[in-house]
């Protein structure tokens, strides 16, 4: 049991940080079991998206995530799934605008007023050290 309060600290952050990590790991793990028992373009892009998620957090190297994606991959194309596509929004129609006040052309403003350059100081010169 640790002493110091930062130590009691460091503790009570750990677990926490464990309890989150474990959650993610959990919905990967789901997620990719339920990819292999059935492979669907959906089950296939929920495991890659928790795959990044957990390298997100930095539960999981993004190397080994890349690999398990490429695996899943594999497995998707020689179960003869497609590719997921994201589908795209509506195109919303645009709504009426309010009718805004005519803006004065450019020309018409003053120009902004320009600061003169700073001039460097110079630092004074150093003294040779005095002979004994």
Known sequence: MPI???AKKRVRVATKAAIRNSKTKRSLKTAM???????SPETHSEAQSNLDK??????????KAARLKK???AQ???A?????????????PAAAKKAAPAKKPAAAKKPAA??????????????????K
């Open 33 to 39: 079991k339920s990819f292999v028992k059935k492979a």
């Open 114 to 131: 320009t600061k003169k350059p700073a001039t460097a100081k110079k630092a004074p010169a150093k003294k040779p050290a005095a002979k």
């Open 76 to 78: 998707a194309k020689a």
């Open 4 to 6: 110091i309060k930062s």
């Open 54 to 63: 957990a390298v997100k957090k930095g539960i999981m190297h993004k190397n």
């Open 71 to 73: 695996q899943a991959a």
């Open 80 to 92: 003869g799934v497609k590719p997921a596509t994201a589908k795209k929004a509506a195109a919303k």
